[in-house]
Structures are given as structure tokens and as C-alpha cells.
């Protein structure tokens, strides 16, 4: 059974750092591509950056874009979002998600539950 | 990047009946390789994660309803209910993955009437 588990969520003030981590079992963590995507409060999904399979390249949304980075443990079927510069309009549910990307193939097609993130003095 | 809407925002549609859902990306998300639009429809239920229902905008994902069906290419898409059921009530998102970032639209709200 495929599992994603996220952890390192939390209440954290404005300017500070976080690090999530997203445990992955089940499949060959190794093949795929992993997002993670948030959800504010009452709000749509929002992408926030995913890593290739082998962790060689990233990209991330702009309102990110050198605050928060993405990398992976491949031995350790893990993948972590650092997360820097921290202010309320970060606060959000947030979700890594897998998906096999061979041939375009960039759907989610697993999610994890999720970890909420709350930015407040 | 491009850009996804959906319409309507929010729909209310009595139990049995058919549901219609849809979705517009600012330009063409099809993927020449196989000639299949990359575009995807997601389920997220209250304090759920999403989950997959459809990809390459019609292909149904194992293990969903046959009542499901995706629809469209190039940069319109629909999302059929045909019978709709007490449990499919919840918030429906489209995605483009033909680039990046593989953005979401605003989402639909399915009520029952």
C-alpha cells in the first residue's frame, strides 16, 4: 500500500523556519517525481515546488523562489521542504504528493494527509 | 504559466441527476507525444486529501466510479457526474501538468439540491 506521511508542521512566528518532511512506503520512491502542494484555510490547492526522481533539478513557485527549498532522501524514501522567511500568508495545510513523470506523466496520483503550518505572533 | 479556470464556482445538483463540471486552461495543454491532453480532475472531500479521479483528461483513475467521466481536449474540459450520489459531494479541482508550475484551477463546490 502506498503511503505518504508528512510531519514537521507547526505554530511558528513570523520570520521564522520549518522543515516538513514527507515519508514515503509502498512503491519505488526512487522512480518518481514529488510535489509538495498547500492549502490555505478555506482555500483552492496551490503548488509550491517538486524534485525530479534522482533530486539532480527543482523548481518552485514564485512566491517561494529563495525562501523555502526542496530536496530528497532517496535511501531514506524521504523528501523535506525547508522552509525560511516564514510569515502568515504561509500558513497552510500542506501536502507532498507523488507522481511518475516518465512519459508527462505529472498527475498526483498519491497524496499524503497533509501537515498544517500556522504563522502567527 | 497557464492559467486554469473553472465554472462554475459552486453548482447544486439533486441526487440521481447529472452533474457537469468545467474547465478552461489559458492555452493548449496537449501533449503531442500522445496526442492526449494533460489534464487532470481531482475529489477533495472536507479535511480529506484530493485524490485522482481522471488524467490525460479522460482516463479514469482504478478503482473510481464508472459514474465519472472526463471529457475535452486542447483547452476545454468537462468533468460528468452522470447520477450523482450522496458521496459525491465535495470540491472539485482541474490541473494542467503539461508545464511547469502544474497549476490547479479555483476549484467547483458540489452540493445536493
Known amino acids: 500500500e502506498v503511503q505518504l506521511v508528512e510531519s514537521g508542521g507547526g505554530l511558528i512566528q513570523p520570520g521564522g523556519s520549518l522543515r516538513l518532511s514527507c515519508a514515503a512506503s509502498?512503491?519505488?520512491?526512487?522512480?518518481?517525481?514529488m510535489h509538495w502542494v498547500r492549502q490555505s484555510p478555506g482555500k483552492g490547492l496551490v503548488w509550491v515546488s517538486h524534485?525530479?526522481?534522482?533530486?539532480?533539478?527543482?523548481t518552485y513557485a514564485d512566491f517561494v523562489k529563495g525562501r523555502f527549498t526542496i530536496s530528497r532522501d532517496n535511501a531514506k524514501n524521504t523528501v523535506y521542504l525547508q522552509m525560511n522567511s516564514l510569515s502568515a500568508e504561509d500558513t497552510a495545510v500542506y501536502y507532498c504528493a507523488r507522481a511518475l513523470a516518465d512519459y508527462g506523466e505529472n498527475y498526483f496520483d498519491d497524496w499524503g494527509q497533509g501537515t498544517l503550518v500556522t504563522v502567527s505572533s | 504559466d497557464i492559467v486554469m479556470t473553472q465554472s462554475p464556482d459552486s453548482l447544486a445538483v439533486s441526487l440521481g441527476e447529472r452533474a457537469t463540471l468545467n474547465c478552461k486552461s489559458s492555452q493548449s495543454v496537449l501533449y503531442t507525444s500522445n496526442n492526449k491532453s494533460s489534464l487532470a480532475w481531482y475529489q477533495q472531500k472536507p479535511g480529506q486529501p484530493p485524490k485522482l479521479l481522471v488524467y490525460?483528461?479522460?482516463t479514469r483513475e482504478s478503482g473510481v466510479p464508472d459514474r465519472f467521466s472526463g471529457s475535452g481536449s486542447g483547452t476545454d474540459f468537462t468533468l460528468t457526474i452522470s447520477s450523482l450520489q450522496a458521496e459525491d459531494v465535495a470540491v472539485y479541482y482541474c490541473q494542467q501538468y503539461y508545464s511547469i508550475p502544474p497549476d490547479f484551477g479555483q476549484g467547483t463546490r458540489l452540493e445536493i439540491k
Open positions: 509502498g512503491f519505488n520512491f526512487s522512480n518518481y517525481w
Open positions: 524534485i525530479l526522481s534522482d533530486g539532480t533539478n527543482a
Open positions: 490525460w483528461a479522460s
